[in-house]
């Protein structure tokens, strides 16, 4: 059975740091997208970055310079490392997760319901970032 889980989310001053983790288990196989996405109260669900099993990346611009994502691909574990928080980075973030070949890294800041091409997804992890 595959899932994904997420970890780390916290409360954190403006200008602070946290580092998210997604724990993806049961792959089927060794090609695969994973993502973050995130949604603040009141807004849609956003792309933030994501990463395949290359190692390719893409980030939204509105997180460019200041998060960092990565990959263990032998613990199948992604990382979101968020530094210079700011109150509007306030959201649920979401680990997800492609099996099935449908997306491509970039194609998280380009396609419109990107999220469709996600299959696996997780409960998400609270980030709170105060003035």
């Known amino acids: 059975q595959v899932q994904v889980k997420e970890s780390g989310g916290d409360s954190v001053q403006s200008g602070g740091s946290l580092r998210l983790s997604c724990a993806a288990s049961?792959?089927?196989?060794?090609?695969?997208?994973l993502a973050w996405f995130r949604q603040a109260p009141g807004k849609e669900r956003e792309g933030v970055a994501s990463?395949?099993?290359?190692?390719?990346?893409t980030y939204a611009d509105s997180v460019k310079g200041r998060f960092t994502i990565s990959l263990d691909s032998a613990k199948h574990t992604m990382y979101l490392e968020m530094t210079s928080l700011k109150p509007e980075d306030t959201a649920m973030y979401y680990c997800?997760?492609?099996?099935?070949?449908?997306?491509?890294?970039?194609?998280?800041?380009?396609?419109?319901?990107?999220?469709?091409?996600?299959?696996?997804w997780g409960q998400g992890t609270q980030v709170t970032v105060s003035p």
């Open positions: 997800a997760l492609d099996l099935r070949g449908m997306t491509t890294v970039g194609a998280l800041t380009r396609k419109v319901d990107v999220e469709r091409d996600y299959e696996y």
């Open positions: 049961g792959l089927t196989r060794d090609s695969y997208c």
């Open positions: 990463i395949d099993d290359d190692g390719s990346t």
